[in-house]
C-alpha cells in the first residue's frame, strides 16, 4: 500500500482546550472516515500520564452514542501519550523516535500551550521532529498570538524564523462555522446585495456575541487577557471583515485573505471614547455558577479591572464605508449564547404612511446558535385594514434544510489543515491590522484603569 500515514500530535495533551475540542474532534473526524487512512494521533505534555488518563478527562465530551463502541476502540487503538518537558531536547527526541515507528509519514502538530511554552516548544519541534524527505510539517497555533502589536511581532519573528507561512495554520474558530463560511455565498453569489452593501443605504452594522456562562475555571488565562483580546480582537474583527471586504477575485485562500488585510487596512485605532466596558457581579439568589461574580472566580485578582464585556464602535474609512459604525459587542455571563451580525438599513425616504409607523429593514445572520438568515421587513397586515407591521423573511437552515449536518467548527478547520487549505486561517498580515487596531485601546485600559460598569450575571 503506497498512501501515506499521517500523524497528529496535540501538545498540551492534558489541557482544557484538547479534552474539550481537539480530542472530540479527532474523534468525530475519525468516526466519520474523513481522516486519511493510517493517521495516527499522539499526545504530549508535562504531566506523567497514560493514554487511559487522557481518554477519561475527553471522553465527557466526545458525545460517543451507543453503537460507537467499536469505532472508539479502535480510535484509541492509534492514539498514544508521552509525556515530556517543552524546553528538553532530549524529550523530543523521544516524541521524534515515536513518530518514526509510524513510519515516514505527514506531520501535524497542534500546539494547544499557554504563551510561556511556546517558543521553546516551537523551537524543539523545528530541531527534531521535522518530516523528512517528501513529507510535510504542519503547526496549529491558537491564540493568544501575544497580547499586544509588540508582543505579536515579536512572537511573529520568532515562527516565522522556524516555519514558513504555508506550514502555519492560525485558527480563529469562528472562520469555521457554517454561517461564516455561508457569507461568501450569501455576498457574492447573490446579484440583490451588492448594489445596497454600501454607506448609502445601510445606517449600521452591529456584530455581536453572547454567553450565559462565567469564567468557568479559566479565569487564569482570561484574566490575562480580558473579553476585547478574548472575543473581539480576533472573532469579531473576522467577521468585520468579511461582512465588509470587497469581493475578492476568486475563492481562493490568498485572494480571499488579501481582501481582509485591505479591508482591515482602512479600520483606524479604536479610541476609547467609542467603548463601554463592564464586569460581572454575582446574581444574589441564583443557582451555580450564576450566583458568582467574576470576582469570586478564586484564579481572579480580587482587585481585577478586566472586562468581561465590552462594546466599541469602529469605522472603515474607505469609499463603501465611510461614517458607517460598526458596532461590536461581547459579554460573557449574560442573558443568552447568541453571536449575530445585524444590518441596519437607512430610513425609507419620502416616508408616506403614518408617522412612527415604519421601521427599518434590517438584515440579521444569526451565527448561532440555530443558523439563520432573516430580514425584517414592512407588511401590510392580512385584512380590511390598511395597517403595516414588521414581519421577517426567514431562512432558518435547520427548517429548509431538516437533515443537513452543521459541522462543529474545530472539525471543518482540522480537516482543512490534513488537505493543506489555509482559507479558513488567518495570515500573520491580518493579524497585525488586528493588533493595530487595538493595541491603543487596550494599553490605556490597562494604564488608565477606566471605569469598568459593574453588571448583573444572566442581564
Ligand atoms: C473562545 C474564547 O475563543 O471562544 C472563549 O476563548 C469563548 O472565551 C469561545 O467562550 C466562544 O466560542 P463559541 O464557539 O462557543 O461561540
Redesign the pocket.
Known sequence: ETTVAHVFVTLGASGDLAKKKIYPTLWWLYRDGLLPPKTHFIGYARSKLQMADIREKALPFMKVKNGEEEKLEAFFKVNQYISGDYNSQADFQKLNQLIAKIGSCNRIFYLALPPNIFEPATTQIKNVCMSQNDQWTRVIIE?PFGRDLETYLALRDHISTLFTEEQIYRID??LG?EMVQNFMVLRFGNSIFNPIWNRNSIASIVIS?K?P?GTQG?GGY?DQSGIIR??MQ??LLQLLSIVAMEKPPSTNAEDIRNEKVRVLKCVPPVNIKNVVLGQYTGKPGADGEAALGYLDDPTVPKDSVTPTFAAAVLFVKNERWDGVPFILRCG?ALNE?K?EIRIQFRDVPGDIFQPGLVKRNELVFRV?PKEAVYMKVMTKVPGMAFNCEETELDLTFEKRYEHAKFPD?YERLILDVFTGSQMNFVRSDELYEAWRIFTPLLKSIDNERPTIVPYEFGR
Do not use: G, P, S
Request: hydrophobic residues 35%; positive net charge; proline residues 0%.
Open positions: 491564540k474558530h469562528y462555522k456575541f454567553e456562562i479559566r482570561f478574548d472575543v480576533n472573532h460573557k449564547r453571536a448561532q467548527a
